[in-house]
């Protein structure tokens, strides 16, 4: 199945944001929520069970500038084996003007047993963008093995490469369990933000989860691993590092 969705959010005369365009296609249904402090607020809904083996999702994503856009889903996303064996994709792609916010906060992508899923992010941020992206992945569902899946972000920020990540798990990545990648850990993630209140914040490790800073821009990089989704979200929200300098 082949499906495209868009959204693209603008400032209007007060301040506001409003969505100058929002549509999308089954299993990609977006549901536009009540604002949240003159911020837009998009909930995408998925229509149908997947990404399914051969589906091919995607999503793009405009803020223009002085708009500020939130995206989440109602719950995880579970992606299943097809009967024809090809893989399942999804591609979602974000452009933030100057002054522009979007935050990306979806809830865990899950690799369930014999699933073979590439899921690859591409990200234009301008000058005085601010952007929260969040990615997490739980390898299999519960008592099962992880299947395939590879995880991708690509970053530009003010026309400059700002951060570049991949990761692949399951039984075609080599070594993907081993103390090198997850050490064992069943679910692994990251917290990208870009903005004032990333800028000049120090490298810091507690525990499974690390907070790096970007030499591309005013950026920090939050990842970690944990034994399940529910611990790997605490290591991921802000609440946690609050009070380290």
């Known amino acids: 199945m082949f499906a495209a969705a868009r959204v693209r959010a603008s400032p209007d005369r007060h301040g506001n ?21 003159g911020a837009a607020v998009v909930y995408l809904v998925a229509g149908a069970a997947g990404p399914l ?10 803020v223009e500038a002085g708009a500020a ?6 719950a995880a996303s ?33 690799a369930a047993a014999g699933c073979a899923h590439i899921s690859h992010a591409e990200i234009s941020l301008a000058a005085g963008a601010t952007l929260t992206w969040r990615e997490e992945l739980v390898c299999g569902r519960h008592a099962e093995p992880s299947g395939d899946a590879t ?17 692949a798990v399951g039984p075609a990545a080599d070594g993907w369990a081993g103390p090198a990648v997850l050490g064992g850990a069943r679910a692994t993630g990251s917290l990208l933000q870009v903005g004032p209140a990333a800028a000049a914040l120090p490298p810091v490790v507690r525990g499974t989860a690390s907070r790096v800073p970007l030499a591309g821009g005013p950026a920090v990089l939050f990842t970690a691993t ?3 989704a529910h611990t790997l979200r605490e290591h991921l929200t802000s609440e946690r590092w609050a009070g380290l300098p």
Do not use: C, K, N
């Open 17 to 37: 944001t409003v969505l100058a365009d929002l549509h999308g296609e089954p299993p990609l249904v977006l549901r536009q929520v009540s604002d949240d402090h």
């Open 53 to 62: 083996g051969g589906d091919d999702l995607r999503l793009d994503i405009e």
């Open 69 to 74: 856009l939130r995206v989440r889903t109602l």
């Open 78 to 110: 579970v992606a299943l084996p097809g009967r024809s064996g090809a893989p399942s994709r999804t591609r979602v792609r974000a452009l933030v003007h100057p002054g522009g916010s979007l935050d990306w906060l979806p809830e865990q992508l899950v």
């Open 151 to 167: 995880v991708s972000m690509s970053v530009d920020h003010d026309g400059r490469a700002l951060l570049r990540q991949s990761l």
């Open 226 to 228: 944990a034994d399940d």
